[in-house]
């Protein structure tokens, strides 16, 4: 018998062929296979089917997407970070001894934005966005904190209106979440509320600049001075501001300082995919000194393969997005980005006024710049769910997405928006366009909760229902169905949702996502 392997089986790359699951072209009953992929399309028919995907999307140029997406308004931006980005897509970032132009960016862009916040002597990492850069805050809080003070049971002390992928980091990481609520009227957190929360188990205490929801900032200096007065580490989220607010102040604007030069402040995160115009993802994480940094990395050379050090959660990765963020930020440079902040500027001073003469809107407390949250009050001068959002459902009929924010612990219903240089052209149509949606609004009917979905949603327990049970409560409260599984108009169903325990929201919603991925 020969020692040699058997051939394999085409079709092995789906499984073996068995009497259940019949060969390729074979006439025997059995099992749907899973088709293999194609022999090949041609690549301008690919690239022509993936533009008709892209048709059903929201637009991510143009001013009229006030979510997810920042536009600069300079097409030759777009040009040059696709450029850049091919140029070092195939640079495996993981191993810089081997790539060295990896860590000539890093350190550039890192650099940049150390100098750029007023901490050149602060030290960080390229991260794939936000997230990860909360991430790595929150790990190497805990690990300094565990280290150093030798707690074991780590808490994590935030406002109610920190960015959920602290919660998310928390969830990971295994750390309890005290969350501060913050002020009703202003929606910024309450230094005193904050500071009185801090106990021996508190590793990091957060602040925001500005919060995501409703664009305010919280009083940094107050945050991180009570911090430091217990010896707690306490992280600044400027995934936001902390590539705008800078700018924003050389265009004369005041600006409260909110960044490591602040007394107390020990780590920052920013994004460069927001107002840094770099695409998705790159961030920058910074702290005050290599010391606490060194808390962030994961090193292992316990098994007989390379030795591994990851600065990131990610080991592999492109080089390209660095490549590009390195690129976008020596070509707009210092007066470029000022430039453009000065745009963003201006669109919120057209907007505001706009909105604030809006019957029926009310701006939620005071933006720090590029984010604007606002409510829509019903007869009796109250924030109404239901005219919330059925304004945003008009809008979206009308080419706009403003994105609904729910109720939450006493804080109204809103409509977020996210404010681009591109922005600027489109303040008069969006304030027309925002007044007939807010018209059309008070006509529709009023938005209700069926009392028998919310009598069945309270007898549901998040941490029993099976699969089955949960997707005959997505139908039954009309998700679930169609191609992507979304009605035509969302407000029936954001409205459940605000009823909703959070709990309970948080498995509905987990579920509904995966019901939109099928394989």
């Given at each position: ?10 079709e092995?790359a ?27 399309r ?7 089917e ?61 650099g ?10 602060a ?38 209106t ?7 980091a ?7 979440t ?26 990091l ?18 945050i ?11 992280h600044v ?6 590539w ?18 602040v ?12 107002y ?38 990610q ?86 997405y403003l ?14 928006l ?52 949960v ?10 169905t ?6 035509t ?31």
């Amino acid at each position: 018998m020969s020692s040699r392997p058997s051939p394999v089986p085409a079709e092995s790359a789906a499984g073996p062929a068995t009497a259940a699951s019949p060969a390729v072209g074979a006439d025997a009953p059995g099992p749907t296979r899973v088709p293999a992929l194609p022999a090949g399309r041609p690549a301008d028919e690919l690239l022509a089917e993936l533009r008709a995907l892209r048709g059903a999307d929201a637009p991510t140029r143009g001013g009229r997407t006030f979510a997810y997406v920042y536009d600069p308004g300079l097409p030759e931006v777009d040009e040059l970070a696709t450029a850049a980005y091919g140029a070092f897509a195939t640079v495996n970032g993981l191993d810089p001894t081997v790539f060295p132009s990896v860590a000539r960016l890093e350190n550039d862009v890192v650099g940049a934005v150390a100098a750029v916040l007023g901490a050149p002597g602060a030290q960080g990492t390229f991260t794939s966005g936000g997230t990860e850069s909360i991430l790595l805050a929150v790990k190497t809080a805990r690990d300094h904190a565990r280290s150093v003070r030798g707690v074991t049971r780590p808490e994590l002390v935030l406002p109610s209106t920190a960015h959920a992928a602290f919660h998310k980091a928390a969830h990971y990481l295994g750390l309890e979440t005290v969350t501060v609520p913050v002020d009703p009227l202003t929606f910024r957190a309450v230094a005193s509320d904050v500071a009185a929360a801090i106990t021996e188990r508190t590793v990091l205490v957060v602040a925001s600049a500005p919060s995501y929801a409703h664009g305010v900032l919280d009083p940094v200096a107050e945050i991180a001075g009570a911090a430091a007065g217990r010896g707690v580490l306490c992280h600044v989220d400027a995934c936001i501001g902390g590539w705008f607010l800078p700018f924003l102040a050389r265009t004369g604007r005041t600006v409260e300082p909110f960044g490591l030069s602040v007394p107390g402040v020990t780590s920052v995160s920013v994004d460069l995919h927001k107002y840094g115009y770099v695409d998705k993802g790159a961030s920058v994480i910074l702290y005050r000194d290599a010391e606490l940094r060194r808390h962030q990395y994961f090193a292992y050379a316990g098994w007989p393969g390379y030795p591994v050090v990851n600065p990131t959660v990610q080991g592999t990765k492109s080089g390209g997005l660095l490549a590009q963020a390195w690129a976008v930020l020596n070509h707009l440079g210092e007066d470029g980005y000022t430039a453009l902040a000065g745009r963003v500027a201006l669109a919120a001073d057209r907007l505001l006024p706009g909105l604030r003469a809006t019957d029926g809107i009310r701006v939620l407390g005071e933006p720090a710049g590029s984010l604007v949250a606002f409510t829509v009050a019903g007869a009796d001068g109250a924030p109404d769910l239901g005219l919330v959002l059925h304004v945003a459902d008009e809008m979206r009929e009308r080419g706009w997405y403003l994105q609904p924010q729910l109720s939450f612990d006493g804080l109204p219903p809103n409509l977020h928006l996210t404010l681009t240089p591109a922005t600027v052209d489109r303040v008069d149509a969006l304030l027309a366009d925002l007044a007939a949606s807010v018209a059309a609004a008070r006509t529709n009917e009023p938005v209700t909760v069926d009392p028998g979905t919310a009598e069945l949603a309270a007898t549901l327990d998040p941490d029993t229902l099976t699969p089955e049970d949960v997707a005959g409560f997505l139908a039954f409260a009309g998700l679930g169905t169609g191609e992507t599984g979304l009605p035509t108009r969302m407000a029936p169903v954001l409205a459940l949702l605000d009823a909703l325990p959070p709990r309970l929201k948080e498995r509905l919603l987990a579920e509904f996502i995966g019901s939109l991925f099928r394989v």
